[in-house]
């Protein structure tokens, strides 16, 4: 038979690692349910990251649409000013054309103003030559 003593010893030993194990189980227990705590925290966090992602990404994407849409406006008005900028080039170059016959026409006319004046003054001057030779025929 085991010594009493020794039993009430190893007893006593018992119940202090009994204490301990209790206190680690407590310890554990708590740590779990920081850890649980903490990974929910976690997880709220994450979720939370995602949806404020989700919101930046719509965001964006709303931004691209809204920009690609501007962009097409844009290229519309280009578009009708290149359309407006071939219109005024062809009536640049019709009344280019226009301005160029014009002045060929007033070129010609005073050609032939000039060349009426000529003859006239040609006329002018043979008449003069009639005149002082007649002149000339009664003083003699």
């Known amino acids: 038979m085991p010594d009493p003593a020794d039993t009430e010893r190893r007893l006593t030993a018992l119940e202090a690692r009994v204490d301990d194990v209790a206190a680690e189980a407590r310890a554990a227990r708590q740590d779990a349910i920081a850890a649980r705590h903490l990974a929910a925290a976690h997880d709220r966090d994450l979720a939370d990251l995602g949806v404020k992602v989700d ?4 965001a964006i994407n709303a931004l691209g649409v809204q920009t690609a849409a501007r ?5 519309e008005r280009f578009e ?5 900028f071939e219109q005024i080039d062809e009536r640049f170059n019709r009344l280019e054309a226009a ?12 050609a032939e103003m000039r060349g009426r004046l000529d003859g006239a003054a040609a006329g002018y001057q043979h008449i003069v030559e009639l005149l002082t030779t007649l002149l000339r025929d009664d003083q003699r």
């Open 55 to 58: 919101a930046n990404r719509r």
């Open 80 to 84: 009708q000013i290149d359309v407006r």
């Open 71 to 75: 962009f097409d406006r844009i290229d």
């Open 99 to 110: 301005m160029h016959a014009g002045f060929a026409e007033t070129g010609r006319g005073f």
